[in-house]
């Protein structure tokens, strides 16, 4: 690839347009001569004053170039408004410099036609070389061919990007210029790409350069900030595209393969939560670690998360065969020296819990098994009571027969003041595990976090099909909100309880404000390129049985404290009479195995008097059935 080292931005380029300049004022001024004597010899006595009187004319003339800014702007973009600062800084310098000779030597020896010459011959020196390269670097990206690409962010992952398209040989990309808003990087040129501007400028430079890819390669940007530089992408009307976040980018290197399309999640996600990794691979590093539901989305990332800490052996505990040979397979590709067991079991199944517990004697268990579908469970009373609330019991007693370490139990935030079946189920087995902790050798936590982005079942898979589609995607109501985070987030929350907990506590992400369903939908409509209410239509529904408008993380006798980690909350739990809760839980078994939805419900008012408590008083009808919000 052909570099010109010629000044194109930043310290070292501002240095080598000085130094051009300074070189050619001598230049111009001894051509100047030169031409007045036809290009013959210079007169030796007037050489000699020549030279005398560069003395004047090289400081007033470099000091006219800076003061009009010669040396603020980029080789690269040299334009009309730059040749305006040239002629400008030639006329005061020329007019300047002719001054200060007429007072210190009355002009003696100086030709009148030279100054006049000098003029001309300087402002062709100054201006033709930088015109000359940008020329030379507009004909050498025409000689590459691909998408003209603006590179939002001039840092280290703008850097790996480009280096990457460079040397691309499908030539499928061509990186023209970098935006960003640090001052320092404003006039640089990183493998011979400038930036350009701040990111204010992207719809004019894109407009101006012909940009046809816009790239945001700000991986470590605040929630924030990615909104605002996606905002400013849309109006542009072009493509754009983002890099992996950082944590994806360890390897050095950053691949063109690795560019994906701006997702939801980018808008919806929230500034990483710091955690202890270092406490939390000692907390699973060498052990022999079970995860139930292990094929689920967030049992299988969990699986992801653990596998890269070193566990003595992961367990993999699932009920659906398929879901069971996906991950295993993935974890086997990814991690061939870990030690892997994929049991195909069910929570439900007593015998089977047993088996993997006494074959296995795992020393930490994430329960992560469940059903979730608010909507369906409303009508499967009994299903939902034997697997999230006999399921966790039946786990929950094994990891205290084997004397397993730890166990974490997966709720959610639809378990305060629960409106649902779902819900009611998964407090119910809150309510065992954190009293379970007092009568047991085992640690017994919760980990409780909200609607999780891309889940299976969750609101954004069906919106991405509905606008696919064409629409309309269907919103149960205007007002409903919910909080976001995305699986991984949820996942590392879930292993770091396994370093803080002690036993009986419920560990809650401070997930900020709650996002309206509303805005997800216009969002994501906008994110494919189509504009709301215009494109695609958005419909209201109605409320689905069991949905509220708003959900609650912690209940008001939670007694919620801070812990070590900023974005992490800890809120003590609700003590039970053990032998009540046992016999209720006694009494729930009969249920199930009668199928009395009946006596189901009479036990959910027994243990959870909370029921119904966190209804808001505006909800409508139940409407058509949509996803889960």
Sequence with gaps: MIRFPLPGGGIRGQWVAMFHDLLMIPVAW????????????????????????????????????????????????????????????????????????????RLEGLPRSVPVLYAIMLGLLLSGPRFLYRWLKDRHITLRSGKRVLIVGAGQAGEMLVRDLLRDVRGEYLPVAFVDDRARRQGQEIHGIPVAGTTSAIPDLVVELGIEVIVLAVPSASVEERKRLISLCERTGVPFRTVPQLDSLMSGRLSINQLREVSIEDLLGRAPVALSWEEIQRGLEGEVVLVTGAGGSIGSELCRQIARLGPGRLVLFENSEFNLYSIELELRREYPDLALSAVLGDVRDEVSVEAVFSGHTPSVVFHAAAYKHVPMLEYQVR?????????????????????????????????????????????????????????????????????VLGSAGSVVPLFRRQIEDGGPVTVTHPDIERFFMTIPEACQLIMQAVALGRGGEIFILDMGEPVKIRYLAEQMIRLSGREPGRDVEIVYTG???????????????????????????????????????????????????????????????????????????????????????
């Design 30 to 105: 001894l051509l100047s001569y030169w031409l007045r004597f036809n290009l013959r010899e210079i007169p030796p006595e007037l050489l000699q004053i020549a030279l005398q009187y560069l003395l004047i004319v090289v400081p007033v003339q470099f000091s006219a170039c800076s003061f009009f800014g010669l040396y603020r702007g980029v080789w690269r973009f040299t334009s009309l408004p730059d040749l305006v600062r040239i002629l400008k800084s030639v006329i005061v310098g020329v007019g300047l410099s002719v001054a200060l000779l007429f007072l210190f030597y």
């Design 383 to 451: 299903e939902a009571v034997r697997n999230n609330v006999l399921g966790t019991r039946r786990v929950a007693a094994a990891a205290d027969r084997h004397g397993c370490g730890q166990f974490v139990l997966i709720s959610t935030d639809k378990a305060v003041n629960p409106a649902n079946v779902m819900g009611t189920t998964k407090r119910l087995a809150e309510l065992y595990c954190q009293n379970m902790d007092a009568r047991s050798d085992t640690s017994f936590v919760t980990v409780r976090f909200g609607n």
């Design 543 to 629: 409320l689905r049985p069991g949905e509220k408008l708003y959900e609650e993380l912690f209940h008001r006798d939670e007694s919620l404290r801070p812990t070590q980690h900023e974005k992490i909350l800890l809120a003590q739990h609700r003590t039970t009479d053990w032998q009540r809760l046992c016999a209720a839980f006694d009494r729930l078994e009969e249920a199930v195995n009668r199928n009395d939805e009946t006596a189901l419900h009479s036990v959910f008012r027994q243990l959870v008097p909370e029921t119904g408590q966190g209804e808001d008083p505006r909800r409508k009808r139940p409407g058509a059935a949509t996803a889960e919000a």
